[in-house]
């Protein structure tokens, strides 16, 4: 059984997808011009086609999020759902009626050939699982699926002009085809030269323009305001930031803030840009999903910082599940006082990058890098923070709370005496 997103299935798809356009502009084309339309392509198409009539019956499908791959469910579910369309398309039908001359023998060759158009339904089907396969931004996807089924329309309303006689007679096939994708361009696009027009004597030339000029009015409109947003989102982070940007400019200018405090804004988004390619909170994301699930993410994420720490060195893996859980992700800018001495203390940090300068009393006592921590000394005695803290670079830093920290500790006898021996050594020094 192929899994529904495989990589053999998403080439598949693209394949299918290529060879089913291809073969629904080949054969109108052929088919007007009067060109032998069983050729290679034709044979080929139908190889492909045959396949997939195959492969219906050895692909798991998905249902709801589970993926059934039991043969005999997966036989059962194509037979209800594509099985009758997918046949229809790749039975070479119009073969059989090769040899019957005359017009009626090209118009039914004609309408046993459109019958391959019926694979065009599924191809909503395949853009949909190519979409989830493959993980492209939806914004780029929107934009190839346009440009398929815009294609597609343009191909048939110009193979339509030229089969009602639209145009003139003149020049070869391929140069009338041209003439008539000119006209639809211009028609849709509501530009209207005015070069190449209906015969005003021809009701159904007139009446097909005028059709395909209220489509174009409808579709121009549709076209400009999509390509638009579609553009505008294909970087859906750079734009978001922009936003972003915009939003905290506005509201520092009708703040009026001094123009370093703003310098100082400008720096931590601009910060966060370039390190995380997003301004999107990560903890607003991580609130809205369950429990167990945010804290694996959690874990995924900040296992590098739990490594560089010595004192969660050889930690339990519960324990660290734990801690993890609680870290609150914090970036600090160069200069900035974390924690200033003799404040009240509520929180401890730990550095993930950057680097920290402790001061006693104005005077530098320490220098802290990543996988130190600081701000438990207050927490552990009960008073006040017993030195200021200063970053030196930016700072990417974790915070715990005081009643994580509490708890941790209560639970943990292991973590609560490393962090009182790394304390005792701190107090000392600061003592000295
Ligand atoms: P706290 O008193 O809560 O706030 C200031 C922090 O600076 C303190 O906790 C310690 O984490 C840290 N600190 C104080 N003295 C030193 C030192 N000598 N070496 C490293 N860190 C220190």
Known sequence: M????SRTKV???ILLAVTVLASSLVFPYRLLSGQDPFDGIYWLVTLVLALDVVLGFFTAFRKG???VDDPAAVRRHYLRTWFAADLLAALPLPVLFASVPGPSGSAVRGLLLALRLVKLLKMKEV?????????VNPAAMRLVVFAFWFSLVVHFVSVGWLAIGGGDAEGAFGMRYLRALY???TTIATVGYGDITPDRSAPWQLVYTMAVELFGVSVYGFIIGNIASLIANLDVRQAAFKRKMEEVREYMRSRRLPPVLQQRVRNYYLYLWETRRSVSDEGAILAELPHTLATDISLYLNRAVLEKVPLFRGAPELFLREVVRE???VVFLPEDYIIRQGEHADCMYFVSSGEVEVLVDGRSVARLGAGSFFGEAALLE???RTASVRALTYCETYRLSRSDFDLLRAKYEDFDRRVREIVA???AQIRK
């Open 327 to 329: 870290l609150v992700p």
């Open 425 to 427: 050594e701190r107090m």
């Open 382 to 384: 009960g008073g006040l």
């Open 11 to 13: 080439a598949w798809d």
């Open 127 to 135: 853009f949909r699982s190519l979409q989830e396969a493959l993980d």
């Open 2 to 5: 192929l899994p529904p997103d």
């Open 183 to 185: 006209w639809c361009i």
């Open 65 to 67: 999020t589970e993926v």
